[in-house]
């Protein structure tokens, strides 16, 4: 545990990491509205684009881990302060760059400021309460600014680049960090013990970062290329080779592993990690589905497509911070998941009978639905991130929050090629495969919530 200095109190603990966490999931989703825009202001080619997004997610997702073990090792202020300082600096660059190379080089920095503050700022609360109910409670919190901020961002780029410029989705971040900085510097004051070893295993940082770089940047290839094409399978096989290069340097050879495997014994964070990754892979995607499907298929505006997800973001916080924490207590984790995995579930399959037939608005084809996967959406994430935080040597709490967010971020970039993939035909966009794929998948995350241990097994429970 790491103890509070006097006068600092906990709720600006939980103040402090939920902006920043608000605003590193803001910027994974923000420029997706803006993306026409950005191409003609700044003369991307079509390929080009696409890397305002992938500059961003990529870094952001390779270097996770590496960013949870800085905090174990440099401190969580150090980790907090750093994180904010780059993630603004890169984001007042971006928004003022004169040319593709330099925004998508922003935007990289953009990444590594997120992966280094996103497992920083879970890793603050989970260290500040110990499990219980009030861990429970501040984690809901987290998430559910998490989840507003992804939806969120669609919303709230389709309104500043049609109404402002699309400069300003990155330069809004200017004054949020400036301000969160501020307190970070001035109050965020803790007494924590270090490891006794300050080492840093770079030859584990190096082949995750390359590991999971290059596999996701060989899904993403399998949908422009094919998965058969050379490039896609060079990706992959890098990817592949590199992972398991880190799993052998992190066993036999690091003295001060960037991910200890003995967590993976765990089978909260084992099994939970699983099923970050399933639910990534439906509700990341679903945002680029549902875009697409409301500016192609009910032909709204930019601005008219993010007030469309004015309901998903509104329900998500609602059910996240109020609804989850109540029927964890009263139905267990476990259950917990399996009644919202099977929730969203049936939204997404009811969004895909839908969307066989387009022949009405927005409350007839797209209400209906945005609230189950909301309401189930909103319900599983909660039980998911305080499982697999749950049993953690409190030395090793940035490693495991490092982990969950990249397992996140990972399952997003592949859910999406492969959706995408599925999806694609000569007419466009298919979205009977993308959301009945989503079915299934999220069906699969209530079947594996069943091998989460229970209570008894994982010491302390969490549903008390």
């Not at 593709?100 to 080089?105: D, H, I, Q, S």
């Amino acid at each position: 545990m790491i103890t509070l200095e006097k006068g600092v109190s906990p709720v600006l603990v939980v103040l402090l990491s939920c902006a920043a966490q608000f605003m590193v999931v803001l910027d994974v989703s923000v420029v997706n509205v803006a993306l026409p825009t950005i191409r003609d202001a700044l003369g991307f080619d079509a390929a080009g684009a696409q890397w305002v997004v992938n500059g961003y997610g990529l870094t952001f997702a390779g270097f996770l881990l590496l960013g949870g073990r800085i905090a174990d090792i440099c401190g969580l202020r150090a980790a907090v302060v750093g994180g904010l300082a780059l993630f603004g600096a890169a984001s007042l660059v971006g928004g003022l760059a004169d040319s593709p190379a330099v925004l998508v080089a922003a935007r990289v920095a953009q990444g590594l400021g997120a992966a280094a503050l996103a497992p920083a700022t879970l890793t603050l609360l989970t260290t500040t309460f110990p499990e219980g109910p009030r861990r429970v409670r501040v984690i809901a919190w987290w998430t559910a600014v998490g989840l507003a901020g992804g939806t969120g961002g669609n919303m709230l780029g389709g309104a500043i680049t049609e109404f402002v410029s699309w400069r300003w989705i990155l330069l809004i971040n200017v004054p949020l960090v400036a301000a969160a900085l501020a307190v970070a510097m001035t109050r965020l004051r803790v007494e924590q013990r270090r490891p006794a070893t300050t080492r840093l295993d770079l030859p584990g940082a190096t082949t995750a970062v390359v590991g999971l770089t290059a596999l996701t940047h060989g899904v993403g290839a399998a949908h422009d290329r094919g998965w058969g094409d050379p490039a896609t399978l060079v990706a992959l096989g890098a990817g592949l080779v590199s992972l398991v290069a880190f799993v052998v340097v992190e066993a036999r050879f690091a003295r001060a592993p960037l991910f200890p495997l003995r967590l993976l014994a765990l089978r909260a964070v084992s099994v939970g990690n699983v099923l970050v990754v399933l639910v990534a892979v439906c509700l990341v995607p679903m945002w680029f589905f549902l875009a697409f499907l409301m500016q192609d298929g009910l032909g709204f505006s930019p601005f008219q497509t993010g007030m469309g997800f004015l309901p998903h973001t509104l329900i998500t916080m609602v059910v996240g911070v109020w609804a989850a924490p109540r029927l964890l207590r009263r139905l267990g984790l476990r259950i917990t998941i399996v009644v919202a995995a099977i929730v969203a579930a049936l939204g997404f399959g009811w969004q895909w009978l839908n969307a066989i037939h387009l022949d009405g608005g927005y409350v007839e084809e797209l209400l209906g639905p945005a609230i189950l996967i909301s309401v189930g959406g909103g319900l599983l994430n909660t039980p998911i991130t305080a499982a697999v935080t749950s049993g953690v040597p409190h030395a090793d709490s940035g490693a495991a929050s490092g982990l969950m967010n990249t397992a996140k971020q990972f399952g997003g970039a592949v859910g999406l090629a492969v959706l995408v993939g599925a999806a694609s035909g000569p007419s466009g966009l298919a979205y009977g495969p993308a959301f009945t794929g989503m079915a299934i998948v999220l069906a699969a995350v209530g079947v594996g919530a069943c091998f989460l241990p229970r209570p008894a097994e994982r010491g302390r429970a969490l549903t008390v």
